[in-house]
């Protein structure tokens, strides 16, 4: 539990700092117009936050468990140093191609093409539909069309008096609050829509990012990294007690974001 845990908040909580680690950035950054190193500087604060907050929760509600001593246990066959080495490489090249200032589609579609190649070569019999989450992949654009048929019937102005207008730190927290409340009630995409027209500035961008990523944690739909972490550990076989999960993600969820925008607003605030 404690490395399936860590796996899940990390991947919602540290992903504030690049404007490729998940789909909410892309689209703020390009609102923002800000490059790589601009959108990295306004989110260092809050990044740092989202990654110390979970892992200290981790160490010490599974500080007995961390302890122990692991064996390692034996794979049924030797892995493919070839497939391995020449996805790291893909991977090595992929990662500076995404922060260059290209277009982020045409490194993520060459380095998807090789990687298909290598496979294909390597291990045909890996490669199945079943890999891609098309159920996931749906919901996620029915959520999109329904935010956007909200927005044109009013949703902003509604919104609006509940997320406040400034850069105080209290008005800060409504959005970042909003955004996470939203985004575990719904999925952190729509609720990233749903908030964005009033995100007015970088600072209460920056906010929204925390909320709507870092606060994305407790229900099983609250962003895709959980659909896609929870059909990894179902097809690994892994238990996983939702219960126990929404409890640990309740209390770490609200201190990461309160955390992380009194960082944004001590570095960033006026």
Known sequence: LPFALTTVWIANTGSLLLPVSNLTNLLAEHDLGLGPAQFAALMAPAAVVGIVVPAVA???????????RFERQQVESEPDRVLTIGAGLVVAALVPALVSGIEVWIPACAAA????????????????????????????????????????????????????????????????????LLANGVDNLPAYLALEPLATDPLRMAALLVGVNAGALVTPWASLAILLWHDRLAAMGVPLAWGRYMLLSLVVAPITVAGAVLALHLVHGS
């Open 58 to 68: 981790v160490a010490l509600t599974h500080r007995r468990s961390l302890a122990a």
């Open 113 to 180: 093409s090789l990687l298909l190649v290598l496979v294909a070569v390597r291990r045909r019999a890996a490669l199945r539909w079943s890999l891609v989450p098309w159920q996931i992949v749906l919901l996620a654009v029915g959520l999109f069309l329904v935010v956007e048929t909200l927005h044109a019937r009013g949703l902003a102005d509604l919104l609006a008096p509940i997320v406040g207008t400034s850069d105080g730190l209290g008005d800060l927290l409504r959005l970042a609050g909003s955004g996470a």
